[in-house]
T-cell receptor, first 111, second 113 residues
Framework: KQEVTQIPAALSVPEGENLVLNCSFT??????LQWFRQDPGKGLTSLLL?????REQTSGRLNASLDKSSGRSTLYIAASQPGDSATYLC??????????FGSGTQLTVLP | ETGVTQSPTHLIKTRGQQVTLRCSSQSGHNTVSWYQQALGQGPQFIFQ???????GRGNFPPRFSGLQFPNYSSELNVNALELDDSALYLC????????????FGEGSRLTVL
């Protein structure tokens, strides 16, 4: 059974700082790994999708990496802004056609 | 905005009642998945529908059931509501069942009293 863990559970940084969010998964037999953003009380916004054959994906100030052999993914956010404050969730897609989510990292970027 | 719409956005029920939540998938997507997100937790997979058939199910009891219609919209039905069913219910649509990107709606917030 796939298990996904995100560390830290909460993170507070000053504006402008570069930061890394961590995601680990127990079963390396994944199809892809997806990062989402969730604002309070809202749905999920897809940020980046990394297929199992890929090592990283980039979108603007965001860069996600995937290392299947070690069961890890990271989300790198450059030059953080107060508008980046949200909960960030990673999810692994496996053969059961479902996403297994971590519990998220709640990010606060202080002005 | 993803194009996935859910209704209602909020609702309150009492224990033992039944509820139906609705989802309209993104244009061109033939697969709908439902997730339950308790407060402070990541979403948990309930089930997936592909071309009107259930195509995978998570660890949820049979009182959670669903439908998918020919236009690929979907319903989630929950019978005999329990207090622990209080959660945000998220619908996600995708093109085909396996490895594609999922697009989520804004969710339906269910409170069971």
């Amino acid at each position: 059974k796939q298990e996904v863990t995100q560390i830290p559970a909460a993170l507070s940084v000053p504006e402008g700082e570069n930061l890394v969010l961590n995601c680990s998964f127990t079963d390396s037999a994944i199809y892809n790994l997806q990062w989402f953003r969730q604002d309070p009380g809202k749905g999920l916004t897809s940020l980046l999708l990394i297929q199992s054959s890929q090592r990283e994906q980039t979108s603007g100030r965001l860069n996600a990496s995937l290392d299947k052999s070690s069961g890890r993914s990271t989300l790198y956010i450059a030059a953080s802004q107060p508008g980046d404050s949200a909960t960030y969730l990673c999810a692994a897609s496996g053969s059961a056609r479902q996403l297994t989510f971590g519990s998220g990292t709640q990010l606060t970027v202080l002005p | 905005e993803t194009g996935v719409t859910q209704s209602p956005t909020h609702l309150i029920k009492t224990r033992g009642q039944q509820v139906t939540l609705r989802c309209s998938s993104q244009s061109g997507h033939n697969t709908v998945s439902w997730y339950q997100q308790a407060l402070g937790q990541g979403p948990q997979f309930i089930f997936q529908y592909y071309r009107e058939e259930e195509n995978g199910r998570g660890n949820f009891p049979p009182r959670f059931s669903g439908l998918q219609f020919p236009n690929y919209s979907s319903e989630l039905n929950v019978n005999a509501l329990e207090l622990d069913d209080s959660a945000l219910y998220l619908c996600a649509s995708s093109l085909d069942t396996g490895i594609g990107e999922l697009f989520f709606g804004e969710g339906s917030r269910l409170t069971v009293l």
